[in-house]
């Protein structure tokens, strides 16, 4: 299928993982995809792969926290091809901010890439998105859904991504662009396995017992792939969710079901 031909998308955090995933999918489909991270390298070898075939990609580096790049960005986007259609706010950080932590830079860091980071990208992304028709989607998480001790900021990121979308969606309604958001459960990713490394030490024990720990609380007994998270976005993205906006989905092998 090419739904998305002479669609614009851009993916933040899309150097690895699921970012990587989402890019991948709407360039398969068609799509010109603006590839964004903060370190350049990666993106370019991407853009490289991706622009072998008919496919469009070009590489942008970004930090999501610094208005000046993503400003920079935008404007090298909208001087490349004019305009943007998909926006997929994927960019995000994770890590342990347990309350007794005598230093605060890991919870201004973590709220700063995954909730004012897709603020600032928004915000310089709409003036690329006309009127009629615009698809914005922000990747989440399970932990937007519930709590989980020594998580925090992670936490309250995520929280507060879900508020954003649907505010965000009644906004921009009269706009035709619609917004949602995706709530993966552990996925199968460089950042799970740090994750896991980071929770088994702070537990005392192994990787492995965490792993098996963290499986036996999914119902459907796996992690998830991220081509399968990519898999949603395209459909939130596509003509057939035209009429879904301000919702959260939840990806998660039913760890949540609110």
Excluded at 14 to 26: E, L
Excluded at 46 to 58: D, S, V, W, Y
Excluded at 171 to 183: F, G, K, P, W, Y
């Amino acid at each position: 299928m090419q739904r998305f031909l002479g669609r614009v998308v851009l993916v933040t955090g899309a150097s690895r993982g699921i970012g990587r995933a989402i890019a991948q999918a709407f360039a398969g489909e068609g799509a010109k995809v603006a590839l964004c991270a903060r370190s350049l390298e990666p993106m370019e070898k991407m853009a490289e792969e991706l622009n072998r075939g008919e496919r469009q990609a070009i590489a942008l580096q970004c930090d999501v926290r610094v208005k000046s790049d993503v400003e920079k960005a935008m404007a090298e986007l909208g001087k490349t091809w004019g305009r943007l259609h998909v926006l997929v706010n994927n960019a995000g950080l994770s890590g342990r901010t347990p309350i007794d932590d005598p230093a605060d830079d890991r919870w201004h860091d973590i709220l700063a890439t995954n909730l004012t980071g897709s603020y600032l990208v928004t915000k310089a992304a709409l003036d690329l998105m006309s009127s009629g028709w615009g698809r914005i989607i922000n990747v989440s998480s399970v932990l937007g859904r519930f709590g989980v001790p020594g998580h925090s900021a992670y936490c309250a990121s995520k929280h507060g991504l879900l508020g954003f979308t649907r505010a965000l969606a009644l906004e921009l309604a009269s706009r035709q662009i619609t917004v949602n958001a995706i709530c993966p459960g552990w996925v199968a990713t460089d950042m799970a396995e740090r994750g896991i490394r980071e929770g088994a030490a702070a537990r005392g024990i192994s990787p492995e017992a965490f792993r098996e720990d963290a499986i036996a609380a999914v119902p459907l007994r796996r992690f998830i792939e991220p081509e399968e998270v990519a898999k949603l976005v395209l459909y939130l993205a596509s003509n057939d969710a035209s009429a879904i906006t301000g919702q959260t989905y939840n990806l998660c092998g039913g760890q949540t079901m609110d």
